[in-house]
C-alpha cells in the first residue's frame, strides 16, 4: 500500500495538519509520517501537550524560538540556510518509514515568514532530495485585510518558488473560510442570519479532539483538515478503484506551470456530527461545482476547464459518478483539445459521520482573479519600496528576488490569459433544427 509524509510548516501549517491528524485518527489507527516545523514554539508546544502528543515524537519536530518576523527572507534564506541539514534528515528519516512513499503534503500559509518562506525552501530541499516522489503543496493564501502588512510580498515571492518546485498547488483563501464558515453556521439547527460559530460548532469533543476550547481559526483549519482527509484517503484506505496520487499530477496539469488545482469540498462541515441534513447524492455532485463550495473566491463555470477530478468517499457506485459527469458536462466548459479531461477516484470508506463526501479539484482558469488581486496589493506596497530595507537586510537577500517574483506572477496570469481567450472560440452545441409551420 501507497504511503504519503505530510510535512507542516509554520503556525497556519500545523495547526491545519494537527486538524488533519486528529480527524484521521478518528478514522482508524493510522501511523502517521509527518515532519512537524516551525520557528516558533508555540503551536508545536501546545501540540506536545494536548491530546495528540503520544503521535509524534521528537525526531518529527524542528522548532526555534524567535520567529521570521513575518519576513520570508528569514524565512527562506536565513532559517533555511541554518536548518538544511536538520531538515533534510528529518525528511529521509520520515521517508524510510514508508514501504512505498508516494507523495509529500506540504502544508503552510502564504502571508507569514515561516510558512511562505521556509515552507517554499522545504519545497525545493524535497524537489533535491526526492525528485521522482510527488510535490502537492495545501498554501493558505492571505485575504485584503490580513493584519501582517508585508503579506502581498511574502506570498508573491513564495508563489514563484511553488510555480518552479510543485508537481499541485490546492490554493485556499481564508476569506473564502470565513464565507464558507459563516454559511454552516446559518445551516446548523439553532442558527440565525448573522450569527457565527458557536464555540462547540468545531471538533472539540474529548473522544480526540484537539482543545476543549475553541480557537479562532479551528473552524476554517477543520473546513483544510477535511480537504486532506479527503485526497489521503486513497493512501489510507485498500480500494480496487483508489486514485493514485501520482495521477493527480499527470491527469491533470497538461502545462507543468499552471499545477494550481482549485479544491472544492461537498459537504461543507466543521465538525463530523454538525446537525446539517444530509445531501442527496447527484446535489452533492451539483455542490462541487457551484462556487459556495469553492475555497477560492471563484466561479469555474464561468471559466475555462482544463480538467477536472472527483475524489468520493463512501457508498457510491461508478455507475454514480458517470451518470452525473454526463449530467453536468454540458454545463461545464472546458478546453476543447481535452473534453475528456476528467479523473476520478473512490474509496468506499466515508467520513466519520457522514455516508458520503466529495473533493473536486479543478485545473480552471478561476484562479486567474486571486492572483491578479495578489499582484495589485503587491504592486501597492512595491512602487512606494514599502517595508523593503527589512528584506535587503537579510543576508544573501537582492531587490533583484523582487523583481523576479513579479515576472514569474505576470507570465503565470498572462498563460491563463491566453487560455481564458480560447474559450471565446469553443464552440456550443449546435441548435435543435425547428420545424417550419
Known sequence: ??????????????????????????????VNKAVLIDMEEGVVHGILQGPLREVFDSTQLLTDVSGSGNNWAVGNLTYGSAYRESVVNKLRRAAERCDCLQCFFLIHSMGGGTGSGLGTRVLS?????????????????????????????????????????ADCVLPVENQSLVDIVNKISLLSHDAKPGSVLKKDS?????????????????????????????????????????????EIAMNLVPFPRLHYLVPSLTPLYTLADVNIPTRRLDQMFSDAFSKDHQL?????????????ALMVRGNVQVSDLRRNIERL????????????????GLCSVPPVGHSHSLLALANNTCVKPTFMELRERFTKLYKKKAHLH???HVDGMEQSTFSEALSSLNELIDEYH??????ARLIPDAPRLSIAR
Open 125 to 165: 530541499l524535497l524537489e533535491e532530495e526526492f525528485p521522482d516522489v510527488c510535490r502537492i503543496v495545501t498554501a493558505m493564501y492571505p485575504s485584503a485585510e490580513d493584519d501582517v502588512i508585508t503579506s502581498p510580498y511574502n506570498s508573491v515571492l513564495a508563489m514563484r518558488e511553488l510555480t518552479e518546485h
Open 329 to 344: 458536462r454540458p454545463s461545464l466548459p472546458f478546453v476543447s483539445w481535452n473534453q475528456e479531461g476528467w479523473k476520478t
Open 202 to 246: 468545531t471538533i472539540t469533543s474529548g473522544q480526540g479532539g484537539l482543545s476543549p476550547t475553541e480557537k479562532p481559526f479551528d473552524a476554517m483549519n477543520n473546513i483544510v483538515a477535511n480537504l486532506l482527509l479527503n485526497i489521503t484517503s486513497s493512501s489510507r484506505f485498500e480500494g480496487s478503484l483508489n486514485m493514485d496520487l501520482n
Open 1 to 30: 500500500m501507497t504511503q504519503s509524509v505530510v510535512v507542516q510548516v509554520g503556525q497556519c501549517g500545523n495547526q491545519v495538519g494537527c486538524r488533519f491528524w486528529d480527524l484521521a485518527l478518528r478514522e482508524h489507527a493510522h
Open 390 to 392: 527589512h528584506y535587503l
Open 296 to 308: 477560492i473566491r471563484a466561479d469555474p463555470k464561468h471559466s475555462l476547464y482544463l480538467a477536472c
Open 418 to 423: 491566453q487560455l481564458d481567450a480560447t474559450k
